[in-house]
Each structure stands twice: as C-alpha cells, then as structure tokens.
C-alpha cells in the first residue's frame, strides 16, 4: 500500500511530464490507426491488469465521478430500496455536460479503510469498464484516456506501453529552398 501511496503522489508530476508527448502520438495514431489497435490495446490492457490490483489503489473512486446511466440509476436505487427520484435527489447532479454525476468524492459508495465499493455487484457500467483501455474503437476515446493518465497508474502504464509496442515515426518532409 505504501508503494501504491507513493506512485500516487508521483502520477498527476508523470501524466503532465508525458502529456505533451502523449497528446502527439494519439494525434498521428489517429492519422494513421493501425488496423489491430483494439487487439494490441486489448493484450496490454489484460497484461496490466494481471499485475495491478484494484484495491490497492482506488484512485478512481477517491477523485472522479463516474456518469451514472439511466439504467444504472434504475438497478443502484432498485438495490438500494429507494425510489429513482430520491436516489437521484440524494446522490447525483447534472454536471457541465449534462451528464449525472455523483454529488461529492469521493464516491459516496467507497470504503475507504479498505478501497470497496458498497455496490459493487450493480456498480454504474463506466466504473466496471474503468479506465476503458480496453474498448472497442479504443481511437475515438483518447482524450478521456489522456485524462485518465493522471488518475489511474494502470491506464498511465497501458499508454506508455502502447508507444512502445506500436512506436510512430513522423516523417518530416523537408523544404527545398
């Protein structure tokens, strides 16, 4: 855990070191997608999430929101026994988006003392596809990925991989005087 406490500390400084760069190379892999991104971001993905855990971490939770879905809002307040418009009313707001969040972080349904999610089971779909490094058209969401560089040192690990594993040359062209 302490290690975990440190490389938190560390991430927002090594997000922001790369981010430059990071932003360039998603830039030219969208000019440029190679046809098995989803399959190479599906393999480093799983290979990330063999040796990170979760619960040792929990920064997600601690920091952001997810966006709650209608259909989370239904099956959270179902298991919780409160009708829509209290749970609604009690937990989550409309943010600048127009997407419900949660009111405050960290999220309402975290534990603390030991990084667990209270509603685990019916959990809203974008905590159980967090950090989304592993989704389809994985091109069409590198800005959130970008984001996400910062809060989750796996998501942060996944990317510096990537540019490993599928390296972009730029070509420059050179003027002619």
Same mark, same amino acid.
């Given at each position: &855990?302490?290690? &975990?406490n440190? !490389?938190?500390?560390e991430?927002?400084?090594? #997000? ?23 399959y /190479? &971001? ?20 601690? +920091?952001?929101?997810? =966006?709650f879905?209608e259909?989370?809002?239904?099956? =959270?307040?179902?298991?919780? !026994?409160?009708?829509v ?8 707001? !409309? ?5 419900? /969040?949660?009111?405050? #972080?960290?999220? +309402?349904?975290f ?6 999610c ?12 967090y ?5 389809k058209?994985f091109?069409? =969401?590198?800005?959130? +990925? ?20 599928l ?8 003027? !002619?005087?």
């Open positions: &855990m302490k290690d &975990m440190k !490389r938190l500390a991430l927002p400084k090594l #997000a922001e070191e790369t981010k430059k760069e990071t932003k360039k190379y998603f830039s030219n892999l969208k000019r440029r997608t190679p046809k098995n991104l989803d /190479v &971001m599906q393999e480093l993905h799983e290979a990330e999430f063999k040796k990170t855990d979760c619960l040792s971490c929990g920064n997600c939770c601690k +920091t952001t929101s997810p =966006i879905t259909k989370d809002v239904e099956r =959270i307040s179902k298991h919780l !026994r409160m009708k418009a209290k749970f609604e009313s009690q937990y989550l707001e !409309r943010d600048d988006d127009d997407f419900m /969040v949660l009111k405050s #972080a960290p999220c +309402t349904f534990d603390e003392s030991d990084n667990t209270f509603i685990y089971d019916v959990r809203p779909k974008a905590c159980s596809e950090p989304h490094t592993n989704r058209k091109i069409q =969401i590198t800005e959130l +990925t970008l984001t996400n560089t910062e809060i989750c040192p796996a998501a942060y690990n996944i990317v510096e991989e990537l540019k490993k594993k390296p972009l040359v730029s070509k420059i062209k050179k003027r !002619r005087s």
